[in-house]
Nanobody, 121 residues
Framework: QVHLVESGGGLVQPGGSLRLSCTAS????????MGWYRQAPGKQRELVAT???????IKADSVKGRFTISRDNAKNTVYLQMNNLKPDDTAVYYC???????????????WGPGTQVTVSS
């Protein structure tokens, strides 16, 4: 089994900051891509930012210049520093990781249960 656990969500005023963390644990040989997605009420889940083991990153246009994704490979942990938060950033944020559970096995996607981020005055 592989488990992803997110933390760091909460309520923040517009313009504020939050830092999300996500740690993967369990039967893990290797992790390729790790990243964050979000889903607002009534909307589809969307990519926020992802990063590979080679530090190649992808970010949604809506968060460029405000959000920074980083990763600690030794701890199987990915972070999302969110600055200058806006009400439109309100959503449940989900961690995602592509994990290989055996040598030579495929990388399969795993999801965390999500953490709520609410931006409101």
């Amino acid at each position: 089994q592989v488990h992803l656990v997110e933390s760091g969500g909460g309520l923040v005023q517009p313009g504020g900051s939050l830092r999300l963390s996500c740690t993967a644990s369990g039967s893990i040989i290797s992790i390729n891509t790790m990243g964050w997605y979000r889903q607002a009420p009534g909307k589809q889940r969307e990519l926020v930012a992802t990063t590979t083991t080679g530090d190649s990153t992808i970010k949604a246009d809506s968060v460029k210049g405000r959000f920074t994704i980083s990763r600690d490979n030794a701890k199987n942990t990915v972070y999302l520093q969110m600055n200058n938060l806006k009400p439109d950033d309100t959503a449940v944020y989900y961690c995602n990781a592509a994990v290989a559970r055996g040598y030579g096995s495929l990388y399969l996607p795993y999801w965390g249960p999500g953490t709520q981020v609410t931006v409101s005055s």
